[in-house]
């Protein structure tokens, strides 16, 4: 084989000496509910094109994270930036941010009374107003590349969930996310539909799609993963590539969960 050293088109190949410009920056965010401290302290930068993959016990804060991330939750001190803009209260700037931060979440949450094609054409025409003709002609392409062009048509009930949770990936990248965020996007799925939707995230990590993805699927982090991201009781643990951590976990509560999972 040639002894060049390729840059690699697979994420968990990039060799890490060229610094990302940094896409999500989270710097000290603390929330409570009631009187559960549910993110103590988290710092996290994730770079352009990186791909992150959180991982934890259940009731760590992940999706709590995922959802401040979004603004779907309030924080109570810290920041969180966005491509350098930092996360705005309300209002119609929360609307652009949403745009620009996708997120898939277990359900799959589609518009059960609208097509697969309307459901994907919606956001696009009413916050990124585009003509009619110019959505309909990127969910056709949105549709293909998630694999479920045949279904156009038909409504959300008719499809599989596999299909539902890829029809909800093409309509967040309708909308042009600089940062798509996945909260256990398979686990609501039957087992032999899960590997459908890892490979269109696998797909989209390979081209290079700033990502944040909440998992149980071992594979698809060490597969897909720059870098894991482990927390527990609100707090981020420990932080290495799927090598580091899968081979040599630091904490006791990483072994502990690893323990338990592998
Ligand atoms: P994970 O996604 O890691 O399982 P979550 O972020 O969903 O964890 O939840 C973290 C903790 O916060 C859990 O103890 C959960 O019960 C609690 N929690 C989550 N959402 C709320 C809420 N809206 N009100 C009160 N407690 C909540
Ligand atoms: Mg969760």
Same mark, same amino acid.
């Given at each position: 084989m040639d002894d060049v050293? %390729?840059?690699?088109a697979v994420p968990g190949?990039?060799?890490?000496? %060229?610094?990302r410009e940094p896409m999500v920056v989270i710097d000290g965010v603390n929330k409570h509910f009631g009187d559960l401290h549910v993110l103590r302290d988290i710092n996290l930068t994730v770079g352009r094109g990186e791909v992150v993959v959180v991982l934890g016990p259940s009731g760590s804060g992940k999706s709590t994270l995922c959802r401040a991330i979004n603004r779907l939750e309030t924080i109570e001190s810290g920041t969180i930036s966005i491509d350098g803009k930092q996360l705005p209260e309300e209002g119609k700037p929360l609307a652009q941010l949403r745009a620009d931060v996708g997120m898939v979440f277990q359900s799959f949450n589609l518009f059960a009374h609208k097509t697969i094609r309307d459901n994907v054409t919606l956001g696009p025409i009413k916050v990124r107003k585009k003509s009619k003709s110019e959505a309909d002609q990127q969910a056709t392409q949105l549709l293909e590349r998630v694999g479920v062009e045949a279904q156009a048509d038909k409504y959300p009930a008719q499809l599989s969930g596999g299909q539902q949770q890829r029809v909800a990936i093409a309509r967040s990248l309708a909308m042009g996310p600089k940062v798509m965020l996945f909260d256990e996007p398979t686990s609501a799925l039957d087992p032999e539909m899960v590997n459908e939707v890892l490979d269109v995230m696998v797909g989209l990590a390979?081209?290079?799609m700033t990502m944040i993805v909440v998992t149980h699927e071992m594979g698809f982090a060490r597969k897909a993963a720059d870098r894991v991201v482990f927390m527990a009781d609100g707090q981020i643990v420990e932080v290495g590539t799927p090598q580091e951590f899968f081979t040599s976990p630091k904490s006791e509560r990483a072994k502990d969960f690893l323990g338990k999972i592998l």
């Open positions: 050293k %390729t840059s690699s190949d990039r060799t890490p000496d %060229t610094p390979k081209e290079g």
